[in-house]
């Protein structure tokens, strides 16, 4: 759907954000827009790539499991 704007489109929809913004208030939008879609496109990557944090182990919790199961191994059970 964003695809057939095109150049006369895109002008069309900066003048009539101009128009109800006013010229003051359009850098500021535009600098919350971009932070937005910064942290929006951080946020997916982090997700396709498994990096939540709340679920993957510290490194110290990773220490500790290999610690139990190799006490488990030596053990017998």
Known sequence: ML???GIPGLILVLVIALIIFGP???PE???AFGSTL???KSAT???VNG???EKSPSAEEGQR???VEK???HTGS
């Open 45 to 47: 990557k982090d997700l």
């Open 71 to 73: 006490e488990k191994q």
């Open 24 to 26: 003051s208030k359009l």
């Open 51 to 53: 990096h939540d944090d």
């Open 38 to 40: 910064k942290e929006f």
């Open 29 to 31: 939008i535009g600098r």
């Open 65 to 67: 499991l290999k610690a």
């Open 3 to 5: 695809t057939n704007i």
